[in-house]
């Protein structure tokens, strides 16, 4: 008598939301039941993958059932399925799982594509494979066309979103399914908007901050992740490089198998209400590239010394690098050109370190920090920022107006309509409410955003801010025990060049303008310039040839000394 052939079932769908609502597992599952009951197989085990897909082999019942066919005896005969497609949906793999089992005496067999074991049967089950597995693909082409225009038109695909947002439902619904989009989670984005602060201008107590100091700051004051974990480095990098907090949500970015990045033109858009300031955004990003090693050596972000990065010889262009003499008890600024190929490279200057950095610190809080000096290197920017303001503040007036104007447009013709003068049936009567409503609306939004955007370019410049600022940070650049601090000193000035009789100290008048805003408690850009860029910016002196462009004008300073060196 022939043993009982024994069955076990593999049903699958390829989305959760197939399994919560599709009756395509229980048509299955009946199907396979009602073929084994006509054959006098026995189904020993049922395994269901609910949203799954079948291009690789990612799937725990896959998984749980492979294993449990491939031990010696195996629990089951036979593997049933609906279709090839079921089990998988790459022909390389399905012929690869065929095979292993094959190889401990268990089938795979399709309910309604019954093959044999014929070499013309397993040629016909790879041409299907191979048809199935092209359809995958087409299918996965088209949703992602779909989903990429869904995106663009400002709906929200699914997954988890970003800290700082919720998913909500849109007023649009097409078909039967809701649209849904994202709205700003005020609980979280205080979250987004605390690392950004962190990252721009530190706790208070310190300068900027890095990643990793904000991921222990939050810990430390118990400020949790959306899931109430601890914060991590990877966490807070992300934060601080989405372009999602400034409105522009970044869709398809990556493969979701290999997790490669795919090419921008890929990439799509979708628009979302920003928690961060666009220009608050970019000087973060420039913060974070001044830390990066591949642009700027860890040595000079985190190194002890206060001019490393910086400090250039003049002759030459190259770093001025820190070198020792008699084990370490005397420092000294160096020409890495010298050091590296003698005086035949170049003749560059040798300076002890604690004199160069006294003579660079000393003169920016004695020279710079002075209110009748910032207003003589800023009276150009300043200038342009108030006429910016002053056109701002007219057009948001302008705005206010026409918003009013329409509104009592709108008070005239609702009047006409309560004392009969106008019939409230009238298409036009409609058709010109509508339209005034639509000014008005549409003012009052442009005048609150142009009020946004005055908000966040911080309060005017005044000859007392001048002042504080430049108590303020004559103080902040001091250190309890005398010294000075790397991060407020460079917010000041992002490069130092020695020559034979001076050293220059130049510097971003928009850099200092955006310190000087922070200091009057606005949001404010952060500072910082990409170094290992060589002769970046070499002999651009602002005091004689001033630039038109605000963000492109530079302070120069020479400072001169009796003995600027001591060469060894």
């Given at each position: 008598?022939?043993?009982?052939?024994?069955?076990a079932?593999?049903?699958?769908?390829?989305?959760?939301?197939?399994?919560?609502?599709?009756?395509?597992?229980?048509?299955q599952?009946?199907?396979?039941?009602?073929?084994?009951?006509?054959?006098?197989?026995?189904?020993?085990?049922?395994?269901?993958?609910?949203?799954?897909?079948?291009t690789?082999?990612?799937?725990?019942?896959?998984?749980?059932?492979?294993?449990?066919?491939?031990?010696?005896?195996?629990?089951?005969?036979?593997?049933?399925?609906?279709?090839?497609?079921?089990?998988?949906?790459?022909?390389?793999?399905?012929?690869?799982?065929?095979?292993?089992?094959?190889?401990n005496g268990?089938?795979?067999?399709?309910?309604?594509?019954?093959?044999?074991?014929?070499?013309?049967?397993?040629?016909?089950?790879?041409?299907?494979?191979?048809?199935?597995?092209?359809?995958?693909?087409?299918?996965?082409?088209?949703t992602?066309?779909?989903?990429?225009?869904?995106?663009?038109?400002?709906?929200?695909n699914?997954?988890?979103?970003?800290?700082?947002?919720?998913?909500?439902?849109a007023?649009?619904?097409?078909?039967?399914?809701?649209?849904?989009?994202?709205?700003?989670?005020p609980?979280?984005?205080?979250?987004?908007?605390?690392?950004?602060r962190?990252?721009?201008?530190?706790?208070?107590?310190?300068?900027?901050?890095?990643?990793?100091?904000?991921?222990?700051?939050?810990?430390?004051?118990?400020?949790?992740?959306?899931?109430?974990?601890?914060?991590?480095?990877?966490?807070?990098?992300?934060?601080?490089?989405?372009?999602?907090?400034?409105?522009?949500?970044?869709?398809?970015?990556?493969?979701?198998?290999?997790?490669?990045?795919?090419?921008?033109?890929?990439?799509?858009?979708?628009?979302?209400?920003?928690i961060?300031?666009?220009?608050?955004?970019?000087?973060?990003?420039?913060?974070?590239k001044t830390?990066?090693?591949?642009l700027?050596?860890?040595?000079?972000?985190?190194?002890?010394?206060?001019?490393?990065?910086?400090?250039?010889?003049?002759?030459?262009?190259?770093?001025?690098?820190?070198?020792?003499?008699?084990?370490?008890?005397?420092?000294?600024?160096?020409?890495?050109?010298?050091?590296?190929?003698?005086?035949?490279?170049?003749?560059?200057?040798?300076?002890?370190?604690?004199?160069?950095?006294?003579?660079?610190?000393?003169?920016?809080?004695?020279?710079?920090?002075?209110?009748?000096?910032?207003?003589?290197v800023?009276?150009?920017?300043?200038h342009?920022?108030?006429e910016?303001?002053?056109?701002?503040?007219?057009?948001?007036?302008?705005?206010?107006?026409?918003?009013?104007?329409?509104e009592?447009?709108?008070?005239?013709?609702?009047?006409?309509?309560?004392?009969?003068?106008?019939?409230?049936?009238?298409?036009?009567?409609?058709?010109?409410?509508?339209?005034?409503?639509?000014?008005?609306?549409?003012?009052r939004?442009?005048?609150?955003?142009?009020?946004?955007?005055?908000?966040?370019?911080?309060?005017?410049?005044?000859?007392?801010?001048?002042?504080?600022?430049?108590?303020?940070?004559?103080?902040?650049?001091?250190?309890?025990?005398?010294?000075?601090?790397?991060?407020?000193?460079?917010?000041?000035?992002?490069?130092?060049?020695?020559?034979?009789?001076?050293?220059?100290?130049?510097?971003?008048?928009?850099?200092?303008?955006?310190?000087?805003?922070?200091?009057?408690?606005?949001?404010?850009?952060?500072?910082?310039?990409?170094?290992?860029?060589?002769?970046?910016?070499t002999?651009?002196?602002?005091?004689?040839?001033?630039?038109?462009?605000?963000?492109?004008?530079?302070?120069?300073?020479?400072?001169?000394?009796?003995?600027?060196?001591?060469?060894?």
């Amino acid at each position: 008598m022939a043993a009982t052939v024994r069955a076990a079932l593999y049903l699958r769908v390829s989305t959760g939301r197939q399994a919560d609502s599709d009756l395509s597992i229980p048509d299955q599952r009946r199907q396979a039941k009602a073929h084994c009951a006509s054959r006098g197989w026995e189904i020993v085990a049922d395994y269901v993958e609910p949203g799954a897909s079948a291009t690789d082999d990612r799937r725990p019942e896959f998984q749980r059932m492979i294993d449990a066919a491939t031990v010696k005896p195996p629990a089951f005969d036979v593997i049933l399925v609906h279709s090839f497609s079921r089990f998988f949906r790459d022909q390389f793999q399905l012929e690869f799982y065929v095979r292993r089992l094959a190889k401990n005496g268990v089938r795979l067999v399709s309910i309604t594509q019954e093959l044999g074991d014929d070499p013309m049967s397993n040629m016909i089950r790879q041409i299907m494979a191979l048809f199935d597995e092209y359809q995958s693909k087409e299918n996965a082409k088209h949703t992602l066309r779909a989903m990429k225009e869904n995106a663009r038109q400002g709906f929200w695909n699914g997954a988890l979103p970003p800290i700082g947002y919720r998913i909500v439902e849109a007023s649009e619904q097409r078909g039967h399914r809701t649209k849904k989009t994202l709205e700003i989670d005020p609980i979280q984005a205080k979250t987004v908007r605390l690392i950004y602060r962190l990252a721009r201008e530190g706790s208070g107590s310190s300068g900027s901050m890095g990643v990793k100091s904000i991921a222990k700051h939050l810990n430390e004051a118990g400020i949790r992740t959306r899931d109430g974990g601890r914060w991590g480095v990877d966490a807070v990098h992300k934060v601080l490089t989405r372009t999602t907090y400034i409105g522009r949500h970044r869709f398809n970015t990556k493969f979701w198998k290999t997790r490669e990045r795919k090419p921008d033109a890929e990439v799509v858009e979708m628009a979302v209400p920003p928690i961060i300031d666009a220009a608050e955004f970019e000087a973060v990003q420039m913060l974070l590239k001044t830390r990066c090693p591949a642009l700027t050596a860890p040595r000079v972000v985190s190194g002890p010394t206060l001019l490393t990065g910086i400090c250039f010889c003049a002759t030459c262009g190259g770093a001025m690098t820190l070198r020792t003499g008699k084990s370490g008890r005397y420092r000294y600024y160096t020409c890495s050109t010298k050091a590296r190929q003698g005086e035949t490279g170049c003749k560059g200057r040798t300076v002890p370190m604690e004199k160069l950095d006294s003579v660079v610190a000393e003169h920016i809080e004695h020279r710079l920090l002075q209110p009748k000096r910032l207003e003589e290197v800023l009276s150009a920017v300043l200038h342009r920022r108030k006429e910016r303001a002053e056109r701002r503040t007219t057009h948001i007036a302008e705005l206010r107006k026409r918003a009013a104007e329409a509104e009592a447009k709108l008070k005239r013709l609702y009047d006409a309509i309560e004392n009969g003068i106008a019939d409230v049936s009238d298409p036009m009567l409609k058709e010109r409410v509508t339209e005034l409503k639509s000014i008005r609306d549409q003012a009052r939004a442009d005048a609150e955003r142009g009020e946004g955007a005055l908000d966040r370019a911080g309060p005017s410049i005044t000859p007392q801010a001048l002042k504080t600022f430049a108590s303020q940070a004559r103080r902040r650049m001091r250190t309890e025990q005398g010294g000075y601090r790397r991060d407020h000193l460079r917010a000041l000035a992002q490069r130092i060049e020695v020559d034979a009789k001076e050293v220059r100290i130049m510097g971003s008048k928009s850099v200092l303008l955006r310190t000087l805003v922070a200091a009057s408690g606005a949001k404010s850009a952060g500072f910082g310039v990409p170094s290992f860029v060589p002769k970046w910016r070499t002999r651009h002196d602002s005091n004689v040839w001033p630039s038109p462009s605000e963000g492109s004008s530079w302070r120069k300073a020479a400072v001169r000394t009796r003995q600027p060196s001591c060469d060894r």
